[in-house]
């Protein structure tokens, strides 16, 4: 029950608290928001040295525009800021409506810093019986917050990583881990099925004594 929203008729800016960045490094500033239904918004995203819009910087495009038609359910925007020099920044929502509509509303503020580094692939080969094989294990230097996927079988892989081998058949078969956000990345766990070893089946013979015979046939 408990968000944030700018009201009709406003010209009015949501600030974050103020964080202190490290230049060169990547951060990604993410919230949700939810219209009314009217057209008459736009909005935007602020970056300052202080929680205040005099000097304060756009980042990216704008969320909304006047003539969008909002809708009441929460969509998720992520921006990338990379600051130039080291400091205390502080991110702001700008809100803004130009005729009688009602509010936008807005909620899971987050603010991450971003492993820029692209993850490394990994290969591995396990037996077909194996039902519980970790594929976080494979792969190296992964940025969090991706997902998992298979095409061939999108179930034999959960969210977490854990690959089912009986779903999957004897093989060789690539697994890939995709992050999106200010670090889209996809990185391979490539598997090998290896079918289960067998000696074959037991059988009998009946042979002549003294003869040679082949123990294979049997």
Not at 20 to 38: C, H, I, T
Request: charged residues 10%; proline residues 4%.
């Amino acid at each position: 029950p408990n968000f944030l929203r700018i009201s009709y008729s406003s010209d009015a800016t949501i600030w974050t608290p103020e964080f202190s960045l490290v230049a060169g490094q990547a951060y990604e500033f993410k919230f949700n928001w939810a219209g009314d239904e009217g057209s008459d918004w736009e909005g935007s995203v602020l970056v300052n040295n202080s929680q205040s819009s005099t000097g304060a910087t756009m980042l990216g495009t704008k969320f909304v525009e006047f003539g969008d038609v909002t809708t009441l359910a929460y969509q998720e925007e992520t921006y990338c800021f990379t600051p130039t020099t080291s400091g205390v920044y502080s991110f702001g929502i700008k809100g803004q409506e130009t005729g009688s509509e009602w509010y936008l509303s807005f909620d899971d503020f987050s603010l991450k810093q971003i492993n820029s580094t692209p993850g490394t692939d990994g290969a591995l080969s396990v037996c077909e019986t194996s039902n519980a094989v970790d594929l976080n294990t494979v792969i190296s230097n992964a940025p969090v917050g991706g997902n998992w996927s298979f095409n061939l079988n999108p179930n034999a892989v959960n969210n977490a990583g854990i690959l089912n081998a009986t779903s999957v058949p004897s093989g060789t078969h690539q697994f890939m881990y995709v992050t999106g956000g200010c670090a889209p990345d996809t990185t391979v766990a490539t598997i090998t099925i290896v079918r289960a070893a067998s000696a074959g089946n037991d059988g009998s013979l009946a042979v002549c004594r003294n003869q040679p015979f082949n123990l294979l046939s049997g």
